[in-house]
T-cell receptor, first 114, second 113 residues
Framework: ETGVTQTPRHLVMGMTNKKSLKCEQH?????MYWYKQSAKKPLELMFV???????ENNSVPSRFSPECPNSSHLFLHLHTLQPEDSALYLC?????????????FGPGTRLLVL | DQQVKQNSPSLSVQEGRISILNCDYT??????FLWYKKYPAEGPTFLIS?????DKNEDGRFTVFLNKSAKHLSLHIVPSQPGDSAVYFC????????????FGTGTSLTVIP
């Protein structure tokens, strides 16, 4: 596997379900991100981890819970979601300290909350 | 407050002609800018970047121009090919603001054969 992988690619869940999204990066980067992409909106940064430590939490509701056990893996735990949480969830990684830091994205998980 | 804006949601161009995608920003502290390309059902892929100390960067058919005084950047694709049809996002980052990248809403480019 190369780059950034995400599983599952598609997820349908009810409002009372608990599910988790998984992201893995094979690039040796130190920073990992969760973004939400809704139709006709810019990418919304949700969480950032740098060397496993959370450095950004952009006022995300507590029904989204991130976990970063190591620099290569990132999870997003979901519980009691709302229909408006239906979106494409993208994971990205980057290596900071470079002259131009570039994010590399996974393919995303398309989430539908019923 | 949206710091990076792409005011054209869509653009159609004839194959072989030039595609020009535009992006405006409000924060003069941004240190560099990036363009990403996104196909349906895939994540964005990095295309080209430019540092704020430059006004042009070229990579094959893709050239990014930066006008700092106007807080405007543009991506030129010459010649445009049908495979270039995708959504293009511009993004910006300031080095002293941690890991925060700012993205535009995207422009959907259609290259007509």
């Amino acid at each position: 596997e190369t780059g950034v992988t995400q599983t599952p690619r598609h997820l349908v869940m009810g409002m009372t379900n608990k599910k988790s999204l998984k992201c893995e990066q094979h690039l040796g980067h130190n920073a990992m991100y969760w973004y939400k992409q809704s139709a006709k909106k810019p990418l919304e940064l949700m969480f950032v981890y740098n060397f496993k430590e959370q450095t950004e939490n952009n006022s995300v509701p507590s029904r989204f819970s991130p976990e970063c056990p190591n620099s290569s893996h990132l999870f997003l735990h979901l519980h009691t979601l709302q229909p408006e949480d239906s979106a494409l969830y993208l994971c990205a990684s980057s290596q900071d300290g470079l002259e131009i830091e570039t994010q590399y994205f996974g393919p995303g998980t398309r989430l539908l909350v019923l | 407050d949206q710091q990076v804006k792409q005011n054209s949601p869509s653009l159609s161009v004839q194959e072989g002609r030039i595609s020009i995608l535009n992006c405006d920003y409000t924060n003069s502290m941004f240190d560099y800018f990036l363009w990403y390309k996104k196909y349906p059902a895939e994540g964005p892929t990095f295309l080209i970047s430019i540092s704020s100390i430059k006004d042009k960067n070229e990579d094959g058919r893709f050239t990014v121009f930066l006008n700092k005084s106007a807080k405007h950047l543009s991506l030129h694709i010459v010649p445009s090919q049908p495979g270039d049809s995708a959504v293009y996002f511009c993004a910006a980052k300031a080095r002293n603001t941690g890991n925060q990248f700012y993205f535009g809403t995207g422009t959907s480019l259609t290259v007509i054969p």
